[in-house]
């Protein structure tokens, strides 16, 4: 008998693989939170997700990277270098941009 249900996690990557307005909200949504609120571990969650959605062995070749230090650089506990988080970025058709913080 196989199981008819999914995980929370399982969902997400299965929406992410259809749907590129939800993986380009999804990681905005990680990112605005670590740019508010520090919180890394769900900025690499993020990136863990969509990267799950996209195949993580071929974005680590595209990466430049091993298998291993892609999906290590995405653990919670995950501290990538500036290098490899711009290569998973850009592995993933995304880049970083920066605007001015407006005050309150």
Same mark, same amino acid.
Request: proline share 3%; no cysteine.
């Given at each position: 008998m196989t199981n008819k249900y999914q995980?929370?996690?399982e969902l997400l990557v299965n929406k992410l693989k259809n749907? =590129? @307005?939800l993986a380009e909200e999804f990681l905005r949504a990680g990112m605005e939170d670590y740019s508010e609120n520090l919180d890394k @571990? @769900?900025?690499l969650l993020s990136l863990k997700h969509l990267a799950e959605a996209k195949g993580v062995s071929k974005l680590a070749k595209e990466?430049? $990277?091993s298998r291993d230090?892609?999906?290590k650089s995405l653990l919670p506990n995950g501290n990538p270098k500036i290098d490899t988080l711009l290569a998973i970025l850009k592995a993933l058709k995304y880049t970083i941009?920066?605007?001015p913080i =407006?005050? $309150?």
């Amino acid at each position: 008998m196989t199981n008819k249900y999914q995980t929370f996690s399982e969902l997400l990557v299965n929406k992410l693989k259809n749907d =590129k @307005e939800l993986a380009e909200e999804f990681l905005r949504a990680g990112m605005e939170d670590y740019s508010e609120n520090l919180d890394k @571990e @769900e900025l690499l969650l993020s990136l863990k997700h969509l990267a799950e959605a996209k195949g993580v062995s071929k974005l680590a070749k595209e990466a430049g $990277i091993s298998r291993d230090v892609f999906y290590k650089s995405l653990l919670p506990n995950g501290n990538p270098k500036i290098d490899t988080l711009l290569a998973i970025l850009k592995a993933l058709k995304y880049t970083i941009t920066f605007k001015p913080i =407006k005050h $309150i």
